[in-house]
């Protein structure tokens, strides 16, 4: 999926940045069933991940939950 087809104006920093001192993540909920991952210290010209909504909801939860693991 193309990142042109992201809002410019609705990517919101993680709450987790230090206040916007560091960089740190930043998500894109514009489109529907689609979530666009980019660097924040890249802004405008960090690669976009585009992961679907279910896939976004399972990593934040396995993130608060100290859940997450590697395929390896």
């Known amino acids: 999926m193309p990142t ?3 809002q410019d104006g609705a990517w919101h920093k993680s709450s987790y940045s230090n206040g916007g001192q560091n960089g740190c993540v930043e998500a ?10 980019r660097d ?7 690669p ?3 992961i679907t909504s279910t896939q ?15 395929n390896t």
């Open 28 to 37: 894109n909920h514009s489109l529907p069933d689609h979530v666009g991952v």
């Open 56 to 70: 976004w909801t399972s990593l934040i939860t396995a993130l608060k939950n100290d859940t997450l693991t590697t």
């Open 40 to 46: 924040s210290k890249l802004g405008v010209a960090s």
């Open 48 to 50: 976009v991940l585009t």
């Open 4 to 6: 042109t087809h992201f």
